[in-house]
T-cell receptor, first 109, second 111 residues
Framework: DAKTTQPNSMESNEEEPVHLPCNHS???????IHWYRQLPSQGPEYVIH???SNVNNRMASLAIAEDRKSSTLILHRATLRDAAVYYC??????????FGKGTLLTVNP | DAGITQSPRYKITETGRQVTLMCHQT?????MFWYRQDLGHGLRLIYY???????DKGEVPDGYVVSRSKTENFPLTLESATRSQTSVYFC??????????FGSGTQLSVL
C-alpha cells in the first residue's frame, strides 16, 4: 500500500486558517486521498476525500497537487473543536485504509 | 437508531480467555473493518470484509478471528487473549469506495 508522510504536530490560533500538509510520492493513479480526524477518546471521523481535483465541503477544503504527490487539508477558520489528530490516507482498489500516525493539531485560544 | 455500534464499550479479561467484540451497522454497507489503536502505533488494520462470508487479513491479524455471516454484523474474537492485545478496538463500515464510518470503540484490558 502506498504510504503518506505528515508532520507529527502543528499549532494554530483560533479563527486562523490551518494548512495541514501530506506527502504521498508513491501514489498510484487509482488511489483516492482521504482525510480523517480523531478527537480525543472518539473514533476517527471522515473529513474529506478527492482523486485529482480540489474538493470543498462544509468541514474543509482539499488541495491536491497537479502531480498528485502531495495534498493539503485546509481548515479555513480553526476552532478549539478542531483540535484533533488528522490522518491523510490513500485508499486503493481494495478499499481498505491504512492509517499512519497523523498530525496532532493544537488550536490555541 | 441508524449507525454503527460496538459492544461492549469496556471489557476486562484475563490471559487465555476467549473474548468476542461485537460490531453492528444498520446501513447495509458492504465493507466492514476492525482496527486496533495503541499508543505509538496509531490505527492498525486487523481484518476487513468486502461482503458477507468474505474476509481478509489486514496488517496485524495474528491472534484474532472474524466472521461475517450477516452483512450487518462483524464480530472479532480473540481466541486466547494475551496482554499484548490490550488496546482500543474500532470497527468501521463503508460502502464501496466511500468514506468510512467508525464506531465509538471498545477498550479492552487483558490482565
Amino acid at each position: 500500500d502506498a504510504k503518506t508522510t505528515q508532520p507529527n504536530s502543528m499549532e494554530s490560533n483560533e479563527e486562523e486558517p490551518v494548512h495541514l500538509p501530506c506527502n504521498h510520492s508513491t501514489i498510484s493513479g487509482t488511489d483516492y486521498i482521504h482525510w480523517y480526524r480523531q478527537l480525543p477518546s472518539q473514533g476517527p471521523e471522515y473529513v474529506i476525500h478527492g482523486l485529482t481535483s480540489n474538493v470543498n465541503n462544509r468541514m474543509a477544503s482539499l488541495a491536491i497537487a497537479e502531480d498528485r504527490k502531495s495534498s493539503t487539508l485546509i481548515l479555513h477558520r480553526a476552532t478549539l473543536r478542531d483540535a484533533a489528530v488528522y490522518y491523510c490516507i490513500l485508499r486503493g482498489s481494495n478499499y481498505k485504509l491504512t492509517f499512519g500516525k497523523g498530525t496532532l493539531l493544537t488550536v490555541n485560544p | 437508531d441508524a449507525g454503527i455500534t460496538q459492544s461492549p464499550r469496556y471489557k476486562i479479561t484475563e490471559t487465555g480467555r476467549q473474548v468476542t467484540l461485537m460490531c453492528h451497522q444498520t446501513w447495509s454497507h458492504s465493507y466492514m473493518f476492525w482496527y486496533r489503536q495503541d499508543l505509538g502505533h496509531g490505527l492498525r488494520l486487523i481484518y476487513y470484509s468486502a461482503a458477507a462470508d468474505i474476509t481478509d487479513k489486514g496488517e496485524v491479524p495474528d491472534g484474532y478471528v472474524v466472521s461475517r455471516s450477516k452483512t450487518e454484523n462483524f464480530p472479532l474474537t480473540l481466541e486466547s487473549a494475551t496482554r499484548s492485545q490490550t488496546s482500543v478496538y474500532f470497527c468501521a463500515s463503508s460502502e464501496r469506495g466511500a468514506k468510512l464510518f467508525f464506531g465509538s470503540g471498545t477498550q479492552l484490558s487483558v490482565l
